[in-house]
């Protein structure tokens, strides 16, 4: 069974960055696709961003773009996020997941295996 673990969050202030990281165990993880998503209290959780199993093909939410960049390293099953420009609105529980599934990148339905979430919150 695959585990996911999600690390580098924490608090900063609005402009400021943080990379999160998520280390899978298994053997699995250099053939799927992976993502991350958020969740904000009192909201659903919301897709962020997602990289194919060979990473060269990459998916971000609009208001991410730009400020975003996913990435992955499949020697060290290693997913990662930098974030750069923070804002307050970024704030919410970061989780990384696994596309088992075929369907769209930007839904939460195609993935599993969901971390336990690293909290970032953004001061204003």
């Known amino acids: 069974q695959v585990r996911l673990v999600e690390s580098g969050g924490g608090l900063v202030q609005t402009g400021g960055s943080l990379r999160l990281s998520c280390a899978a165990s298994?053997?699995?993880?250099?053939?799927?696709?992976m993502g991350w998503f958020r969740q904000a209290p009192g909201k659903e959780r919301e897709f962020v961003a997602a990289i194919n199993w060979r990473g060269d093909s990459t998916y971000y939410k609009d208001s991410v773009k730009g400020r975003f960049t996913i990435s992955r390293d499949n020697a060290k099953n290693t997913v990662y996020l930098q974030m750069n420009n923070l804002k307050p609105e970024d704030t919410a529980v970061y989780y990384c997941?696994?596309?088992?599934?075929?369907?769209?990148?930007?839904?939460?339905?195609?993935?599993?295996?969901w971390g336990q979430g690293t909290q970032v919150t953004v001061s204003s």
């Open positions: 298994g053997r699995t993880f250099s053939s799927v696709a």
């Open positions: 997941a696994r596309k088992t599934q075929s369907g769209d990148y930007y839904s939460a339905h195609p993935y599993d295996g």
